[in-house]
């Protein structure tokens, strides 16, 4: 059964970087898209960035771009993301996210994943 693990949350000053990191485990081989969700208490899951896993560009939120970079690891069939400049509003729960399908264009909503970390907290304190 496919897993989705991820790791690297904390508190980070503003201004300040982090690393997240999911790792998937439960099959073979990633077909499809990465990607990274947050949420914030109250608020709708929220797109962050996105990496087609065999091939194609990366892609980001508007909120983001510019600030966070999405990377993958093939053969440990692990994602990452490098989150710099941080903001208050970055506060949220982060989700690491699978989407298995083949696509002509780039998932960016929650109903296109189908397969989701159980989160890592991400708090940036002012």
């Known amino acids: 059964q496919v897993q989705l693990v991820e790791s690297g949350g904390g508190l980070v000053q503003v201004g300040g970087s982090l690393r997240l990191a999911c790792s998937a485990s439960g099959i073979t081989s990633i077909v499809g898209t990465m990607g990274w969700f947050r949420q914030a208490p109250g608020k709708e899951r929220e797109f962050v960035a996105g990496f087609p896993w065999t091939k194609g560009d990366d892609y980001y939120g508007d909120s983001v771009k510019g600030r966070f970079t999405i990377s993958r690891d093939k053969a440990k069939k692990m994602v990452y993301l490098q989150m710099n400049s941080l903001k208050p509003d970055d506060t949220a729960v982060y989700f690491c996210?699978?989407?298995?399908?083949?696509?002509?264009?780039?998932?960016?909503?929650?109903?296109?994943?189908?397969?989701w970390g159980q989160g890592t907290q991400v708090t940036v304190s002012s």
């Open positions: 996210a699978l989407d298995r399908s083949i696509r002509w264009t780039r998932p960016t909503t929650v109903s296109e994943f189908d397969f």
